[in-house]
Structure formats: structure tokens, C-alpha cells
């Protein structure tokens, strides 16, 4: 990624990249999907840069995948495929583009790229990491086999493509109590997230021992904040992600992944909702459930806020910031992932 500088330089020799009420009036129908969340000033700003960003996958044979904590602007604005990390994933092996552009953190572009050897995946700021992929390595991996001989390892999808390589298969927050519970072995290793393991621990008559990670979105949320804003509000509808601490979880009416959670409220329609998890959630499904108060807070994860349709622009005039993973290291994270997906099929 170029210095901010450099980067605005390129973009407006290439682009005429000033507000226009102009765009955002042609573009109405695109931002009718956030009117809810986004003025339409501020429309006015992104119009320009979703315009050219929509021409230039044309153009490349790209197509955007976006995780459900993007911002709306990228979620409604230039994404093609929408979902959380197992959706994105699955849809990673289905895609026919030659250029994916990973609107994500960096182990999903990742993902995308060993599921696609051949194609090109563009991470539009290769800083955009995790605290839980950066909390453990391979070597840790080689630390907890040695710790519990003959366990399996599995690992959340928040891995790098060394630690998904070194694990026995991958899970997401969707489907780790179906991948535990199909380990043949009682005990079962969970790595990074302690709050998933512990979460799914709770689901299943498997012994789970686990990696102390922790996701800084989810890891702030306190049992007692909720129990105070039940206390004033007797009717919320608390819905909670699994990378939140058990005691965080036990206050909810539902805990599931980010798609789950988009599904729970979709479904039952509460008059208001707290999305105990990234602001992102609640805006990018404002439009569509016009019914549904959402409460706050939520808490902003830094790292997925690193991706803007600015770099996301960059990273498709240029072609730059295309994510490589060594073949061997490659081959061992796929056969983690298709495992997964495989027994999240079955
Ligand atoms: P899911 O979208 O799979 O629920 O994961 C949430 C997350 O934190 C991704 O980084
Ligand atoms: Fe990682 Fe948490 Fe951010 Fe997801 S929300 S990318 S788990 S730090």
C-alpha cells in the first residue's frame, strides 16, 4: 500500500473522483439499499469511487467479496457476494472471475487464495489483520499437539494459511460445534479463540482444550452492560456472536455467526435489537428491516475499517496488493478448509 499520498495522486490523475450530486442521482438505486444509514450528502461522495470501482471489475474480470462487516457503502455499494466467513469462503470455490477483490481482513483473503491457486486475489490494504490470526503460530500448534498427544487440532478460519496448515481442519463461528463433534477423537484442540472454544464447549459432550486468543471487538463486551440495557429495556432482543465471552453469550436470546445473526433478525423481526458484535452488522441490514430499532453500542473493528473504497480503487487500477501463499503451505491450509466445508456440507 503507498503512502496516502502517492495513493490520492494516482487515483485523480486517473479519476474524477469529486462529490457529485450528478452520481449519487444516478446511482439512487444503489443507495436505497442504506438510505437509513448513509445521507445522501455523504452518497455524494462515495458515488463517484462506487462508479468507477463497478466499471473497473468489468473491466478486470473481478468480482468483490465483502465480509458483513464492511461498511455499507462497500457492503451495498460495489460487492458482489456479501456473507460471513464460511458463506465467503464456500463462495470463494464458486466464483469464475479471474481477479477477486477480498473487501475483508487478510486471513480471508487468504482463504480466497488457497481455494483459487490460479486466480488473483487483491487485498486492498495488506495491513488489515486480526488479533486472533496474529495470536498464534504454527510452532503454538506444534506446542498444544505435544501438550495433548493425539488430539486434533481445529482451527478457526481467523488462522493464517501456516497455522490452518499445521491444524487437522478449520471451523467457522457457524459450524465449530458440527466440525467438533465429527473429530473422532474425546478430546479436541480449539484454536485461537478461547471464547469460541469455550462457547462450543458448552454444546458438547467433547472435552475442548484451547489457544488463549481473543477477538478485541468481542472480548469487551461485559455480561453486566447487557443485563442494564435488558434492565431498561425489557423487550430488546440481545443477539450475541460466539467470539463473545460465555458470560456474554448467557445474557442473549441468540448467538450465532454473522450470517446466523442476519437470519435470526430477518426472521423474527423484534421490534428492537442489540447486535452484540461489529457496528457494521446493524447498518449494512437497517434498509432491508425497516422495522427493527437497533440499539447501540456496538464496538468498530479496526482492521476491517482499514478497507475503504479508496484502497479498494487503488488495488484495482494498479493491481496491486495481490496476496501470495507458498505451494506447500497452500496445499495444507486447502485441505483444512475443504475439510471443513465438506463436513459443513455433509
Ligand atoms: P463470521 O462472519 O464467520 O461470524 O466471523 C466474524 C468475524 O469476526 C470475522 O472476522
Ligand atoms: Fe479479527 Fe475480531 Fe476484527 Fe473479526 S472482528 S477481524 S475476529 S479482530
Redesign the pocket.
Known amino acids: 500500500m503507498p503512502d496516502p499520498t502517492d495513493l490520492r495522486a494516482v487515483l485523480d490523475a486517473a479519476y474524477d473522483l469529486a462529490p457529485s450530486l450528478a452520481k449519487a442521482e444516478a446511482t439512487r438505486d444503489i443507495h436505497a439499499r442504506m438510505a437509513r444509514v448513509v445521507p445522501f450528502a455523504d452518497w455524494a461522495r462515495f458515488a463517484p469511487y462506487v462508479i468507477e470501482i463497478n466499471r473497473l471489475k468489468a473491466e478486470r474480470n473481478a468480482v468483490v467479496l465483502a465480509?458483513?462487516?464492511m461498511t455499507p457503502e462497500i457492503f451495498h455499494g460495489i460487492a458482489d457476494h456479501v456473507?460471513?466467513?464460511?458463506q465467503l469462503a464456500i463462495r470463494a470455490t464458486e466464483v469464475a472471475a479471474e481477479v477477486i477483490v477480498q473487501c475483508?481482513?487478510h486471513f480471508?483473503a487468504e482463504t480466497s487464495k488457497v481455494l483459487n491457486p490460479g486466480k488473483t486475489v487483491l487485498m486492498p490494504d495488506m495491513g488489515a489483520g486480526?488479533s486472533?490470526a496474529s495470536s498464534i503460530t504454527a510452532a503454538d500448534v506444534a506446542t498444544m499437539r505435544a501438550r495433548y498427544p493425539g488430539a486434533p487440532v481445529v482451527s478457526y478460519?481467523?488462522t493464517t494459511a501456516e497455522v490452518k496448515a499445521a491444524s487437522d481442519i478449520c471451523c467457522?463461528?457457524?459450524n465449530a460445534v458440527k466440525i467438533v463433534e465429527a473429530m473422532e477423537s474425546d478430546t479436541v484442540i480449539m484454536t485461537p479463540d478461547q471464547y469460541l472454544a469455550r462457547n462450543t464447549a458448552a454444546q458438547t459432550n467433547k472435552r475442548i482444550v484451547w489457544w488463549e486468543g481473543a477477538?478485541i471487538?468481542?472480548e469487551q463486551y461485559t455480561a453486566g452492560e447487557l443485563r442494564d440495557y435488558r434492565r431498561l429495556d425489557p423487550g430488546v432482543a440481545i443477539i450475541a456472536?460466539p467470539?463473545c465471552p460465555p458470560e456474554v453469550v448467557a445474557e442473549a436470546d441468540y448467538t450465532?455467526?454473522?450470517?446466523?445473526?442476519i437470519d435470526w433478525v430477518t426472521t423474527h423481526r423484534p421490534a428492537k435489537a442489540l447486535l452484540v458484535?461489529?457496528c457494521s452488522m446493524a447498518s449494512n441490514i437497517a434498509d432491508a428491516l425497516p422495522d427493527v430499532e437497533f440499539a447501540k453500542p456496538c464496538n468498530l473493528?479496526p482492521y476491517?475499517k482499514m478497507i475503504t473504497l479508496e484502497k479498494v480503487l487503488y488495488s484495482l487500477h494498479t493491481m496491486t496488493g495481490a496476496v501470495e501463499v507458498a505451494p506447500d503451505l497452500a496445499e495444507g491450509a486447502r485441505r483444512a478448509v475443504q475439510r471443513m466445508i465438506d463436513v459443513s456440507r455433509g
Do not use: A, K, Q, R
Open positions: 465480509h458483513n462487516y456473507g460471513d466467513s464460511l475483508g481482513v480471508m486480526c486472533l478460519v481467523n467457522t463461528s457457524s477477538c471487538v468481542h456472536h467470539e450465532g455467526s454473522t450470517g446466523g445473526i458484535t461489529e473493528c476491517m
